[in-house]
């Protein structure tokens, strides 16, 4: 029974060390200069260069990229969250007809690639004054992000019972009062849910961004990113302090909202 123990315990430290090893790498470049990188790629740094991350937010210029990255999460959740969240209810409490077909549809909807969408959208939104504008991009993600919130959402709301809200209605409240009163207040932990997966899939995304996003004050922390990683292909100190400065927001995010995000997910199954 030991030696199983022992080798389970050794399968376990090795995908740990898979999975951690290239980020603790990835921040020991960052401190580095970059004569010590090129010596000693993955050993630590013989002193902290904090230096590096003023140099790469300046150059990167990733404050900018942060804060439009900002405002298209806080629109992609805020409309999602709408959309999705008027779509479930109404799918989880109303009897509405064609239900299962639109269940079928929101399936398919929420598994096709997104590369299918770009040429139409590139040519509507062309036509219709909304490429590179911010407003534009956060229409597109609400579409593509809707159909799986909504999947998400309505397995939540299948999970809450009825007994408050028919209790709702026989004191005459209607039914926007009683999923703004009653539904909307247990429904927190799934809402929360639904916005951190939204916000973190907003915040990451790069295919829509960098097609429909031209100029440089509207450009999100991914394109920024990605631009100053191109103009900067020998810094690879530069590049890894602006890495690391694009994924601390999403991660103190999630390790603020971590418990709340377990608790949601465990209390969400995907069942008609």
Do not use: C
């Not at 300046?58 to 008027?86: D, E, F, P």
């Not at 900067?232 to 999403?250: D, E, F, T």
């Not at 390790?255 to 008609?272: E, Y």
């Amino acid at each position: 029974m030991r030696p199983r123990l022992t080798i389970g315990w050794l399968f376990l430290g090795l995908l740990l060390a898979f999975a951690v090893g290239p980020l603790i790498v990835f921040v020991f470049a960052a401190f580095k200069t970059q004569s010590e990188l090129a010596d000693d790629p993955l050993g630590p740094p013989a002193h902290l260069l904090w230096s590096n991350f003023s140099d790469a937010w300046t150059q990167a210029a990733m404050g900018r990229g942060l804060l439009n990255s900002l405002i298209l999460v806080a629109g992609t959740v805020a409309g999602t969250l709408l959309v999705a969240g008027l779509a479930a209810y109404a799918m989880a409490r109303l009897n509405v007809k064609g239900g299962g077909l639109v269940l079928g549809y929101l399936l398919v909807a929420s598994s096709l690639p997104m590369q299918m969408f770009l040429v139409p959208l590139f040519y509507i939104w062309t036509r219709a004054g909304l490429y590179d504008t911010r407003l534009g991009l956060v229409i597109i993600y609400v579409a593509v992000f809707s159909p799986f919130a909504t999947l998400l959402l309505r397995a939540f709301l299948l999970t809450l019972p009825r007994e408050l809200e028919e209790a709702a209605r026989m004191d005459g409240a209607g039914e926007l009062r009683v999923a703004a009163r009653v539904v909307l207040p247990n429904a927190l932990p799934g809402l929360l849910t639904v916005a951190l997966v939204t916000a973190l899939s907003a915040y990451n995304e790069f295919l829509f961004a960098v097609t429909f996003l031209q100029s440089d004050s509207s450009m999100p922390v991914s394109t920024t990113f990605f631009a100053f990683q191109q103009s900067y292909v020998q810094n690879g100190v530069l590049n890894a302090a602006a890495g690391i400065i694009m994924l601390l927001p999403m991660l103190i995010l999630f390790l603020a909202l971590q418990r709340r995000f377990t608790d949601g997910l465990a209390n969400t199954g995907m069942s008609s």
